[in-house]
């Protein structure tokens, strides 16, 4: 089945740490999405790729940082210089927009906790 | 600066009677629109969608209105299932001539249904 597989569903990280949150879609999809989910604030978008080595900073780049090198897979790094990054994380694809109109379709997310 | 407003945090519907969940937005240039659904540790599902140059679209017990006059569409689910209780999530897009595949995500409104 196609879809979207993000790893690992539950990650601890010792404050000063840098952590990679993986997401792989075989989908075939062209774009790629980062977003963070805490209580009452909704989706807040991290970073998009819209096409492989190429990609855009969101709403709250600030503390995170991504790769595109491969068109199945757009990895996470929350840094150090991130300040609050227990969250949840929630990774999305979708097709190419001058294909016409999609939705985008969503892993099922990785918590992240700081110990 | 929020373009996508989901006012009411919460609703809470009996089952069997009709949900109704409203979003407002901001920019007159969206041409897409969205509804998700959330379960807690999940990530969201598509659900249905409507192009601005329409003004209803039903999917099955969803349908989905849209005022574009008023920026205001609304998620309308008959009858209400206790499956159905999750967090909605609204969502827009611009054109595709815009050449940027960002969705804006509303914060998302908390349906209960009540046995």
């Known amino acids: 089945d196609g879809g979207i597989t993000q790893s690992p569903k539950y990650l601890f990280r010792k404050e000063g740490q840098n952590v990679t949150l993986s997401c792989e879609q075989n989908l075939n999809h062209d774009a790629m999405y980062w977003y963070r989910q805490d209580p009452g604030q909704g989706l807040r978008l991290i970073y998009y790729s819209q096409i492989v080595n190429d990609f855009q900073k969101g709403d709250i780049a600030e503390g995170y940082s991504v790769s595109r090198e491969k068109k199945e897979s757009f990895p996470l790094t929350v840094t150090s210089a991130q300040k609050n990054p227990t969250a949840f994380y929630l990774c999305a694809s979708s097709p190419d927009r001058n294909r016409g109109n999609q939705p985008q379709h969503f892993g099922d997310g990785t918590r992240l906790s700081i110990l | 600066d929020q373009q996508v407003k989901q006012n009411s945090p919460s609703l809470s519907v009996q089952e069997g009677r009709i949900s109704i969940l409203n979003c407002d937005y901001t920019n007159s240039m969206f041409d897409y629109f969205l509804w998700y659904k959330k379960y807690p540790a999940e990530g969201p599902t598509f659900l249905i969608s409507?192009?601005?140059?329409?003004d209803k679209n039903e999917d099955g017990r969803f349908t989905v209105f849209l005022n574009k006059s008023a920026k205001h569409l609304s998620l309308h689910i008959v009858p209400s299932q206790p499956g159905d209780s999750a967090v909605y999530f609204c969502a827009a897009s611009l054109p595709a001539l815009n050449r940027d595949d960002k969705i804006i995500f509303g914060k998302g409104t908390r349906l209960h249904i009540l046995p």
């Open positions: 409507i192009s601005s140059i329409k």
